[in-house]
């Protein structure tokens, strides 16, 4: 089956008239469905320009043996994307047999994208070109997102961001925001007030964002949009299902089977801050996740040691005073990580377990250590044991998936392959 094949499958579905009546009809993916000549050719220019994302520059014979597309198609595509500037010709290559190569590479100023990271510590933006490198980056902690300050801070960025780019603004394609659903929950446990939690449930922030800017506007819960940038520019590339655990100030996570993110019937798979720690019982109700493997815990650990809190998430953590409160968190953490690995993996059946976190690379290196010897406590019977691996993104997860959302939106061949919810 060639690529082209697929495009049924790719394209979206349309509504139904709100108007007319529902009718007894079979379930929507059992109806054919056509694809026209542009649809088509439009799928087989992203075949093309996945094909290169995913191995580099490629000479046209190379591009046609991986997409099963012939050399005549190939040739039309490459001249059409080179035109449009999102394809440039490298040098010839040669000293082969037959004629020299040319290999084509994707521009990185072909298109660009902005993420946009609101969590509980801080907010981030990052510029990210055709190629997924990060051109422009800016951050703004906080102790929590007052929304009425933070939001003009939003446009004030973006916008000089965007100002930034000179001429190539025009190719600026789309804006990634990566949030939590629910930004003010567990205000009690973080010492807020409810007025301060009201405030973002009152917040549309996908309209709020999209009312700043011409491009249109992604969004995706903060720790699945950092699941998407591990699936498409990390672990994702060789391992095609995992779940994704990521470390921050609440704990949280995602989902991908089979090389795509699973969502979820609400768009929230992979919501482990919430997974119980023990069996529920009339001694009250059982501790969650997050309250052993996010890093605000640490923080309080810290402070009550008159210890700087921020220090959770660099490499003074390991050192010094903190050295001894981070073990004793990390031991914590990891027991309530293992037998959140050992239930995924009993309903899942995953490949591995991808953990990552706004921490320092050493200290996500000892969290794995120890949770992999926690793994060792319990009785595998029946299951087939998950590897523990860990992430290859960092701090900037959550806004380079969001970031990565509009690119993918507008370039690559699977439409369903992230997340796409309303606010």
């Not at 700043?212 to 060789?238: H, I, N, Y």
């Not at 923080?299 to 040691?305: I, M, N, R, T, V």
């Given at each position: ?35 026209n ?27 046609a ?11 039309l ?31 990185p ?29 800016e ?131 992979g ?45 003074r ?22 037998q ?27 969290l ?10 319990y ?5 087939w ?39």
């Amino acid at each position: 089956m060639t690529p082209a094949e697929t495009l049924p499958n790719a394209l979206p579905h349309t509504p139904a008239d709100p108007g007319t009546a529902p009718k007894e009809a079979a379930p929507a993916v059992l109806r054919p469905r056509g694809s026209n000549h542009v649809g088509m050719r439009q799928f087989n220019e992203r075949v093309v320009l996945q094909a290169i994302r995913l191995n580099g520059s490629l000479p046209k014979a190379d591009l046609a043996r991986l997409t099963g597309l012939t050399a005549q198609t190939i040739g039309l595509i490459t001249t059409r994307l080179e035109d449009d500037g999102l394809l440039i010709r490298q040098d010839r290559v040669r000293g082969r047999i037959g004629q020299p190569s040319v290999p084509m590479a994707l521009n990185p100023d072909g298109a660009f994208s902005l993420g946009i990271k609101i969590g509980r510590r801080s907010a981030d933006w990052l510029l990210v070109d055709f190629t997924g490198a990060v051109r422009v980056r800016e951050s703004l902690p906080y102790d929590f997102p007052d929304a009425a300050a933070l939001i003009p801070q939003v446009q004030l960025r973006m916008r000089a961001i965007q100002d930034g780019m000179g001429a190539l603004a025009q190719r600026l394609v789309g804006v990634g925001v990566a949030a939590p659903f629910n930004l003010g929950g567990w205000h009690k446990m973080l010492g807020l007030p409810q007025s301060v939690s009201d405030q973002w449930n009152q917040v549309d922030l996908l309209a709020q964002v999209q009312a700043m800017t011409d491009v249109p506007v992604s969004f995706a819960k903060d720790t699945q949009a950092a699941c998407v940038a591990e699936l498409v520019a990390g672990r994702g590339r060789d391992v095609k299902s995992f779940l994704y655990l990521f470390v921050d100030t609440f704990v949280g996570g995602g989902l991908v089977l089979n090389s795509h993110l699973h969502a979820g019937i609400h768009g929230n798979a992979g919501a482990v801050a919430s997974l119980p720690l023990q069996v529920a019982s009339g001694a009250g109700v059982p501790e969650q996740l997050l309250a052993h493997a996010s890093l605000w815990e640490l923080e309080q650990h810290f402070k009550g040691a008159g210890l700087e809190p921020t220090a959770a998430y660099d490499d003074r953590a390991l050192g010094g005073a903190y050295a001894a409160l981070t073990g004793a968190w990390i031991a914590s953490a990891a027991q309530g990580l293992a037998q959140c690995v050992v239930s995924g993996t009993a309903f899942l059946d995953l490949d591995a377990v991808v953990i990552d976190g706004s921490f320092s690379r050493t200290m996500l290196l000892r969290l794995i250590d120890e949770t992999t010897r926690a793994l060792n406590n319990y009785n595998w019977e029946g299951m087939w044991p998950a590897t523990v691996i860990a992430g290859s993104i960092g701090s900037d997860a959550r806004a380079l998936g969001g970031a990565l959302l509009p690119l993918h939106e507008n370039f690559a061949p699977d439409r369903d392959l992230f997340l796409k919810v309303t606010a």
